[in-house]
């Protein structure tokens, strides 16, 4: 089954009851047993969820994984794998990730003695001296946010089963659309569902997918004994989002790639970061493993000014100055002050995150009328 086939049809089934092509919200907290351990595989809403259990089915065959698990948020899947650890316990991460994932390791659970570093993953040639006994999973981003670097998530996996170590990839900003990490060797893939995969800016939503029968039974150990589940709505929302994945995330990739391509024609603009251009560091690495270059443009200007870069943010009307990404519109964000506002300025320079860098979610708007909209702003 192809992925435009799978988006629609994988796991999904008519109700049995009704015949209803469309997933029912099961609105429900409890089940009733005939008898005590006597039911119909549904005990309690926050174990399991029939709406849930068809969205867990589909994600799981969407990233050629065999199991999933459906969280509340991106970041309490995240926190759910941090969870499988103990105190001295090591994670190594790339230096430059979302700032919500950066806070979680480093106020949370740097607190409970798991200890995170920060490296650059660019050079998978270079990770493996970064690796301890005491290492237990390396965290990877790609493309990476804000500043769209690439892994290679091949050769980094090879290093971490030769050293036998855990792997997750955020597949956030790519989708299982343009790439499907597990096939490339990951142990587990993490989504903030809230993004490309509702794709409608309209629901929270998180998911873990793996392969691993042991992985999944953890997660949902954990997940069961937390409670970090979404409702059966939150389910159906990433469900009904999810029917047209393939065509909002190739349209929007269609747009990136245009307006990549007036930004670094223009004179206001010192950078431009997107995986697409030939130029980019990345760019054969991303062509080899993902399907397009994805919907997520930053550039930086030339005079590095914060106050600029402030008219911009607000002189834009079709691209929305909000938090988030991959939905249906466009939007406009300054990773310093608001998504990566939690990680050090120090730090956010090492990586080139200025403060006058600015983060496009690039929606599936027309692309001239998104252009024009750009332009008045940088003018």
């Not at 029939?50 to 926190?79: Q, W, Y």
């Not at 792997?167 to 989708?175: I, L």
């Not at 004994?225 to 159906?236: I, L, N, Q, S, T």
Request: aromatic share 8%; proline share 4%; with cysteine.
């Amino acid at each position: 089954m192809k992925f435009g086939t799978k988006v629609i049809h994988a796991g999904i089934e008519p109700d049995p009851s009704t015949g209803a092509i469309m997933t029912p919200i099961f609105q429900t907290s409890t089940y009733v047993q005939e008898a005590p351990g006597k039911h119909k595989g549904y005990e309690y809403a926050r174990t399991q969820n029939p709406t849930r259990s068809v969205l867990e089915t589909n994600l799981a065959a969407l990233e050629n994984g065999k199991h999933a698990i459906c969280f509340s948020s991106g970041l309490a899947a995240m926190d759910n794998i941090l969870k499988m650890f103990k105190p001295g316990d090591e994670v190594i991460s790339t230096n430059d990730l979302y700032g919500g994932s950066y806070r979680l390791m480093m106020t949370v659970f740097k607190k409970f003695g798991i200890k995170s570093k920060f490296v650059d993953m660019s050079k998978a040639d270079k990770i493996s001296k970064y690796i301890t006994k005491k290492t237990k999973l390396i965290w990877i981003e790609t493309p990476t946010n804000p500043m769209l670097s690439i892994v290679d998530i091949k050769a980094i996996t090879a290093v971490a089963k030769k050293k036998k170590v855990l792997t997750c990839v955020d597949n956030t900003f790519a989708s299982p659309y343009l790439q499907t990490p597990l096939t490339l060797g990951a142990d587990m893939v993490l989504h903030s569902a809230t993004k490309f995969l509702g794709g409608h800016s309209d629901v929270i939503h998180g998911c873990v997918i793996t392969k691993d029968k042991k992985i999944a039974a953890d997660l949902r150990f954990l997940q069961n004994a937390a409670g970090a589940v979404p409702g059966p709505m939150d389910c159906f929302l990433i469900l009904r989002g999810i029917k047209t994945l393939h065509l909002r995330v190739q349209r929007s990739c269609d747009n990136a790639r245009k307006i990549a391509e007036f930004l670094d024609a223009h004179n206001k603009v010192s950078k431009v970061y997107y995986p697409g251009f030939k130029k980019h560091p990345g760019h054969a690495i991303a062509k080899k493993q993902m399907k397009d270059f994805g919907a997520m443009v930053s550039f930086d200007l030339k005079n590095n000014s914060y106050r600029t870069a402030k008219k911009i943010l607000s002189g834009t009307k079709l691209f929305s100055l909000a938090e988030s990404l991959g939905g249906v519109e466009s939007l406009i964000g300054h990773p310093a002050s608001m998504t990566h506002a939690s990680i050090p300025k120090k730090e956010r320079l090492k990586v080139g995150l200025t403060d006058s860098l600015i983060r496009l979610s690039i929606g599936v708007e027309d692309v001239d009328d998104l252009i024009k909209d750009l332009a008045k702003a940088l003018g």
